[in-house]
């Protein structure tokens, strides 16, 4: 019978989510672009970004023209790979974010080459979230960055925290030029300042540059960050492109930061002139085994100067660390690779000496002159570390216990080293385990570091210990349930820690399960008493014994279990009509119960769409129903399903429409055979039919499945005044929220005591009454509250709980500022006065901050907004009215006079409101500092020359 319970569970339909609205924007603020940006969905169809209109589509699919000064935020829907592409046109300056797109394409097109094509003249920020997948047919790069044949470039900066995958077929760059792009093979101006990025050229193409050939002008690459891997397949290069044969690549290539490998069959990076400032480079050339340093022009620093490169090895511990590089009396910054390794820059005259500084604690001191061989640095990497720490084999530890791997230091020449310990601070420690106790796990480096710099350490690898279960004994109490109540996997049982201890922070009756050993051939205990009940225990951490005597389990007699043929009434539809359920069928631990009527006249698909999103469905036509606190499976009928609640087969069960008559309704039979495939539905006489056409109708009936350890069904309802429009103040103290109800009908069932649990959202905030009500203690503040009630059932035992989810809105409140402000230029912003709507503030509260204007106090309009203005997040503030503060130019210099002119007297200003009151009394101005009505006129005077 649990076999059936959990077949059913498995029947459970996903929840569909609500898709987003036509024309919604994306804000994008990282400290590279701000402001709201158009999204666009590539799965829609192309986009085309020219300098007076686009073309792209919303996620609803409606075509986007109007351009965006803010730029444009690009997903894909599905997540989906696509073949639509990305081109900006010639003129457009502009951003665009690649959030998780995946655009492939296999054809050869020269009007519109790439996945993403920026075409010369236009230049583009790629900001990247997420995982990008940029896949370039034959000829063409993958995100295409080209350049005229008059010298005119693409430009393009690439940045972010997420990544680009960029590769393509023969004769194109992942990044830069493409022999059909309909321009030259060059490449434009491309800069990288952070985001991973991965660029595979094809055949003759550059992992980041020129495809085969080279354009006009030597392209211009510029890395300052990030993580960066480009790789040519064959006769080009990872950085600067181009085939050898043809000559130098022209590319004048900066790198003054990140993590690079730049990879090629002949030489890595290539190009017209390479500059170094920092970063870490590895340049690998696969035709030189080992060779780190596959650099042509050999590189130089920002002043011309020469510059040579230690390749060191650090210890496995400190791959991916940023660590503190020293070269002569300069230091900078760099991160190691995933593989520990590092590219040191000495500049000209810096000396012989480079010492590389972890936060591990680790120090690396590298003399060239005490090579063997100076080539020796250049070719393979200097070689570290000097200890040794191999944990000790055979470890043993408990679940819970204090994990300190003992272990032994080896110098060199893998002697021990007596006392190596005393070197290092910290422990070893394990990795976290991923299946439960007995289980061995890898000894990892943990917090052990090096007491002194003078030497490197690395830590074994393949070392384990084996953690075991924590053994502990308990006691059980002795237990009284209802006949039918609970079954062999749910018994109660109350446990106390008699032997062993917990693990700090775990918790008795979460450490383990306890399953009471039945009589042959039963499910659960009968009606009687059952002394010393023999108990087993499931734990993935603990080992678990009982002990001395098991518990009695005392079996009372039950009146008021479900019934095959029992009726139910609880819940309510959209409309407010009381829904009655029928039982059909009761196994343990589970009553399935069918609505007695069947709902809408539906078509076969329009009946698989709401099996398909049924949650949605009830939550949608039957919202007092929508508690996954008490349901324990939601489902339309199906042929399976019938199979458990009808077990005699057909004909299967009647049932009726809202007035009582005969009613027919769709019967899920897919996977089923004979009936698979098919639309059948059952009907009025309660035969299995199979629908004659596609237009044939049919209601549907409703499943549930309700675990009997909650069936008495405890329902919350709004109270009269509660709406969705519920607003900061609309609850005071007393204020009813909540309406407690008992939806069951069931035997001599009968409610012992409601609670309302602390579970509750801000429980403090509210008192159950005597009369299921509950009410506010206070006001509420805005916020989204939700309320769980429990209640225990007077005649059974059993418990239950019901919850209700309900929003405060803050309180809109109208701001309006003073009419229009003039002050001279030069004069700092003065506090500018408003009003507040009358009513609008709550006693006790009130308004801090004050209105402002946006950017410089330069001459012209400008619009007056809230500024800093705010009464807390109970309210909304809303700025009536378009006031302007006109920040007035100065005067023209006089022609030249010997003397200024007589003014006439100008009038008499007439003075602001007094500024009496507070802002929080209606309809008086808030306190503000003199303002300046009237503009003085001044007049220079020149001397004339004689």
């Not at 032997?499 to 499910?523: C, H, I, M, N, V």
């Not at 606190?629 to 077990?647: G, K, M, N, R, Y």
């Not at 007056?864 to 503030?877: F, M, V």
Request: glycine fraction near 12%.
């Amino acid at each position: 019978m649990k076999n059936k319970s959990t077949r059913l569970c498995s029947l459970a339909l996903a929840l569909v989510l609500s898709l987003s609205p036509m024309g919604t924007v994306s804000t994008w603020a990282q400290g590279e672009t701000s402001g709201e940006m158009t999204l666009l969905d590539i799965s829609r169809g192309p986009i085309s970004i020219d300098i007076d209109h686009i073309s792209g589509y919303s996620e609803d699919g409606a075509l986007i023209t109007q351009t965006n000064p803010n730029g444009y935020h690009v997903v894909s829907r599905w997540l989906s790979r696509t073949d639509n592409k990305i081109t900006v046109e010639a003129g457009v300056h502009t951003t665009l974010v690649a959030d998780n797109l995946s655009i492939h394409i296999t054809d050869t097109d020269s009007e519109h080459p790439s996945p993403l094509f920026v075409r010369p003249g236009a230049s583009l920020t790629l900001i990247l979230e997420g995982k990008n997948e940029f896949w370039g047919a034959a000829y063409n790069a993958a995100i295409g960055v080209p350049q005229a044949a008059d010298g005119t470039m693409a430009e393009l900066v690439i940045q972010g925290t997420g990544s680009a995958l960029c590769r393509t077929g023969k004769r194109g760059a992942g990044i830069g030029g493409g022999q059909r792009c309909g321009y030259t093979d060059g490449a434009g101006v491309i800069t990288i300042n952070s985001g991973t990025i991965q660029a595979t050229g094809g055949d003759y193409g550059g992992g980041i540059g020129n495809a085969e050939y080279t354009g006009p002008r030597p392209c211009q690459i510029t890395i300052n960050g990030g993580d960066v891997t480009a790789v040519s397949s064959s006769q080009s290069s990872g950085i600067g492109g181009g085939r050898p044969k043809w000559g130098a690549a022209a590319a004048d290539i900066t790198i003054n930061g990140g993590v690079i490998h730049a990879q090629s069959p002949d030489t890595a990076i290539r190009g017209s002139s390479l500059q170094m400032g920092g970063g870490n480079v590895v340049a690998i050339s696969s035709s030189g085994v080992g060779n780190w340093q596959s650099l042509s022009p050999a590189p130089t620093g920002a002043g011309g100067g020469s510059v040579r490169l230690a390749s060191v090895q650090l210890d496995p511990l400190d791959a991916g660390k940023e660590l503190r590089i020293t070269c002569g009396g300069r230091s900078y910054t760099a991160r190691s690779d995933s593989g520990a390794r590092v590219n040191a820059i000495l500049f000209d005259g810096e000396g012989d000496e480079v010492e590389i500084a972890s936060p591990s604690g680790n120090t690396y001191s590298v003399d060239l002159t005490a090579l063997t061989s100076p080539s020796e640095i250049v070719q393979t990497p200097y070689q570290y570390p000097l200890l040794t720490v191999t944990p000790d084999a055979g470890q043993r530890f408990s679940y819970g216990d204090e994990i300190v791997p003992s272990f032994t230091v080896y110098q060199a020449d893998g002697t021990p080293l007596d006392q190596g310990g005393s070197l290092f601070s910290g422990n070893l420690s394990c990795e976290r385990p991923l299946s439960y106790p007995p289980v061995s796990v890898s000894i990892t480096a943990g917090d052990l570091r090096l007491v002194s710099p003078s030497h490197c350490f690395t830590v074994a690898q393949g070392e384990t210990l084996q953690i075991d279960r924590r053994r502990i004994q308990v006691t059980a109490s002795d237990l009284q349930v209802y006949e039918g109540q609970y079954n062999c996997y749910n018994y109660p049982f109350s446990f106390q820690l008699t032997g062993g201890s917990l693990a700090p922070g775990d918790k008795l009756e979460t450490a383990f399960s306890a399953r009471a050993a039945l009589y042959e051939g039963q499910s659960a205990y009968p009606q009687g008493t059952h002394p010393n009940i023999p108990l087993s225990f499931s734990s993935g951490w603990y080992d678990v014994s009982l002990a001395g005597a098991g518990p009695t389990l005392t079996v009372l007699k039950n009146e008021c279990l479900f019934v095959p043929g029992d009726t139910l009434s609880f819940g309510a539809d959209a409309d407010g009509n009381s829904l009655r359920w029928t039982v059909a069928g009761v196994d343990d631990g589970a009553a399935y119960l069918c609505s007695e009527r069947v709902y809408e006249d539906l078509s076969f698909a329009q009946a698989q769409d709401c099996r398909r999103r049924v949650y949605q469905y009830i939550a949608d036509q039957f919202p007092s129903l929508y508690d996954p606190s008490f349901i324990f499976q939601w489902d339309i009928l199906s042929s399976e399903i019938a199979a458990v609640l009808f077990p005699a087969g057909l004909p299967q069960a009647k049932a009726t429409d809202a007035q009582g008559n005969p009613a027919r309704y769709w019967m899920f039979c897919e996977g089923t055979p004979p009936y698979a495939d098919l639309a059948c539905y059952v009907d009025e006489s309660g035969a299995l039919q199979t629908a004659a056409s596609d237009q044939q109708t049919a209601g549907v009936r409703l499943f549930l499945a309700i675990d009997l350890t909650t069936h008495t069904v405890p329902l919350l309802s709004p109270a009269a005044g509660l709406t969705p429009s519920t607003t900061y103040g609309d609850i005071a103290a007393g204020t009813p929220v909540a309406q407690v109800t008992d939806g069951a009908v069931m035997g001599d069932h009968q409610t012992k005591a409601y609670t309302l649990s602390d579970r509750s959202t801000q429980a403090e905030r509210f008192t159950l009454q005597s009369d299921g009500s509950i009410v506010a203690n206070e006001r509420l503040p805005a916020g989204s509250y939700t309320l769980y009630v429990e209640a225990e059932d007077g005649g059974t035992g059993y418990r239950s709980e019901g919850r209700l989810t309900f929003t405060v809105n803050p309180k809109p409140l109208t701001i309006t500022s003073a009419p229009d402000i003039a002050i001279p230029a030069g004069q700092p912003l003065p506090t500018i006065p408003y009003t507040c709507e009358a009513g609008g503030l709550l006693p006790g509260d009130a308004l801090t901050g004050q209105l402002a204007v946006s950017g410089e106090l330069t001459p012209g309009a400008h619009p007056i907004a809230l500024g800093t203005l705010s009464a807390g997040p109970n309210y909304r503030l809303v700025l009536a009215g378009e006031a302007q503060l006109t920040v007035l130019a100065p005067p023209e210099e006089s022609p030249e006079e010997e003397t200024p002119p007589e003014l006439p007297p100008g009038p008499t200003p007439e003075p602001l409101p007094p500024a009496t009151g507070s802002p929080a009394e209606a309809g008086l101005w808030a306190p503000v500092a003199l303002l300046a009505a009237a503009v003085g006129v001044s007049v220079k005077t020149r001397r004339k020359t004689r």
